[in-house]
């Protein structure tokens, strides 16, 4: 999506962008893929999560909710 990741040990290094960038994205949990969700809401083209069966284990018609909001959004794998 555009941000430098780096691992130091046991540090995460995260060297953001001026604008985040559409790209596929797999969901490997629950928070990790609703951050993924807000991340695509503020990428510029388009961005497809896998496995967002694991989003939807804990936030309930959140594609929905969203979507109230004004955001694009659309979930297919259920």
């Known amino acids: ?3 430098k990741v780096t691992v130091e040990g046991k540090i995460c290094v995260i060297k953001g962008t001026r604008r985040l960038h ?3 994205v797999s969901a490997t949990d629950l928070r990790g ?6 991340a695509g809401l503020n990428a510029k083209g388009k ?3 896998d496995n967002s069966k694991y989003i939807l284990r804990g ?3 959140i594609d929905k909710k969203l979507q109230k909001l004004g955001a694009n959004i659309e979930l297919k794998d259920i």
């Open 1 to 3: 999506m555009g941000a």
């Open 22 to 24: 559409g790209a596929n």
């Open 33 to 38: 893929g609703a951050s993924l969700i807000l």
């Open 47 to 49: 961005t497809v999560i």
């Open 59 to 61: 936030y309930e018609d």
